[in-house]
């Protein structure tokens, strides 16, 4: 039962295959067996996920059951579930059981899902590798030796290695893109503020968006119909039309253009890498699509905006969790002054710490003009070319990732070579548009291993929909996204 896709366990459920209890049981088991080998999860919520799913089961047989009763998924664990463990990866939150839901959450539970876990990740997702989780680093279904990038590591790989179908996730520079092409699965960030960020712990506010790991764009599309939503407990929320977003999967890309950035197309990219992005696009082509070469001329300067806005944005979301009004508390503290610096100090990683302090600097008196203010006069330049260049083209693709799947500790020492792995992914979250990631080829790496290269599309605002219906035409014509890894 644990290769079937979302689409499918919705339909077997609904002409009585099996019951949710069944699969939820069977998927249990699974990741009691074969969790151990890829630490993809940080809390199974058996107990709740067999209630959820009796109460699935239990409203199917009323005559109540919608598309997603009784279907199993999984939370990264940044996402507040009520009554669940939410640690976002750090010893900060090691023991906060959040007292409510996150709107995400929310809303999967009001649409009947099972929630089974909450998957692993980087702490804070801050991170390109999954390492700095304090519950240990995530294994590549792939190839245990490689990371299954970051910082959505353990949703990727959960769902990679079929321990779940869909899990949601977090992407603030490139965290579910990245991740999905290192674990050759389908990721999804929608437009910033189409999914509503309340309860979603807070990393850079005006770059996090929640969105979704499958195996498929249509699985993808079924997690879109639950999650997208208006809330007005999130004032960046936008108010905008949601579509069925399964219902175009099948439209034609007979026209579509399609604009390859000649600045994502970089000379130190593999040319195996290259080669496989270029036969995806040639496949679009088939497609009927129109390939034009543009230009992003700012591109260049989307990683440091970023490490300027990203970091200033933690440093005041994270100085709430001071082991007072959140978080991990220091044993036997001499005084405040004492218990603030112990707390955070002990409760915080080497990554989470170096960017308070880079944040806290480009945010002080004196600095703030010269590195904030800047990085958003920038971030602003870099919005400019998509919005130019989505005057001439209705989509763009590029790679998503300028490697595969690197060894663990590969990058551990070289933030900056760890900082480059969203080269192509976070500009799009600093000009808030959708991305999207589908699996299009696969590279051979030493030891004869073949490793998953993923394509990124590039929507222009609030066109998801046309996203997952070019992931799904492509998936119709390609069995990328079938492929497994060993053992599986
Ligand atoms: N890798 C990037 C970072 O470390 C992006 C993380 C994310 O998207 N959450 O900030």
Not at 226 to 231: L, P, R
Not at 294 to 299: A, E, F, G, R, V
Not at 458 to 466: K, L, P, Q
């Amino acid at each position: 039962m644990h290769n079937k896709t979302i689409a499918e366990i919705s339909r077997d459920l609904a002409a009585g295959e099996y019951s949710s209890v069944e699969i939820t049981q069977d998927l249990l088991g699974r990741i009691k067996d074969k969790d151990g080998d890829y630490n993809s999860f940080i809390t199974v919520a058996e107990e709740q996920a067999l209630a959820q799913a009796k109460a699935a089961d239990e409203l199917r047989a009323a005559g109540n059951a919608g598309a997603w009763t009784g279907v199993p998924m999984a939370h990264k664990d940044i996402f507040c579930t009520e009554g669940v463990l939410t640690t976002c990866g750090s010893k900060m939150l090691s023991n906060f059981v959040s007292p409510y839901n996150s709107t995400v959450a929310d809303n999967f539970n009001n649409a009947g899902a099972v929630c089974l876990g909450k998957t692993n990740m980087d702490e804070f997702a801050m991170g390109s590798s999954n390492e700095t989780s304090f519950f240990g680093g995530v294994k590549n279904p792939w190839d245990s030796d490689r990371v299954p990038g970051g910082s959505s590591g353990g949703s990727a790989a959960a769902v990679a290695a079929r321990l779940v179908p869909g899990a949601t996730a977090s992407d603030t520079g490139g965290s579910i893109r990245q991740p999905a092409a290192l674990c050759g699965i389908t990721g999804l960030k929608p437009t910033y503020g189409r999914v509503s960020r309340y309860g979603m712990i807070a990393f850079a506010s005006s770059l996090d968006q929640a969105g979704t790991m499958t195996r498929t764009a249509e699985d993808s599309a079924m997690m879109m119909n639950v999650m997208a939503s208006f809330d007005e407990k999130d004032s960046t929320c936008v108010q905008h039309d949601i579509p069925d977003y399964t219902a175009t999967l099948n439209d034609s890309l007979e026209g579509m253009t399609v604009g390859l950035p000649k600045e994502y197309f970089r000379d130190d990219l593999s040319p195996e890498m290259q080669q496989q992005v270029m036969n995806a696009i040639k496949e679009y082509e088939n497609m009927g699509a129109m390939v034009k070469e543009i230009s992003l001329p700012n591109t260049h300067l989307a990683v440091p905006v970023y490490y300027v806005v990203a970091p200033a944005e933690c440093s005041a979301n994270l100085s709430r969790m001071d082991g007072v009004r959140f978080g991990y508390r220091c044993e036997d503290p001499k005084d405040i002054h004492d218990l603030y610096v112990r707390s955070r100090g002990e409760g915080f990683g080497d990554e989470v710490k170096r960017r308070i302090m880079i944040g806290t600097y480009a945010l002080s008196a004196g600095f703030y003009d010269a590195y904030y203010k800047k990085a958003q006069q920038v971030r602003r330049l870099i919005k400019n070319d998509f919005v130019e260049a989505f005057k001439d083209v209705d989509m763009i693709m590029s790679p998503t990732s300028p490697t595969p799947a690197f060894k663990a500790g590969e990058k551990g020492d070289d933030p900056v070579a760890m900082y480059l792995e969203d080269i192509f992914t976070i500009a799009t979250n600093l000009a808030g548009l959708p991305g999207m990631s589908v699996p299009c080829g696969q590279v051979g790496v030493d030891g004869g291993k073949n490793l998953p290269v993923g394509l990124q599309l590039i929507g222009n605002y609030f066109d998801e929909a046309r996203l997952l219906n070019a992931g799904h035409k492509f998936q119709q014509a390609t069995d990328w996204h079938l492929k497994a890894p060993a053992g599986i």
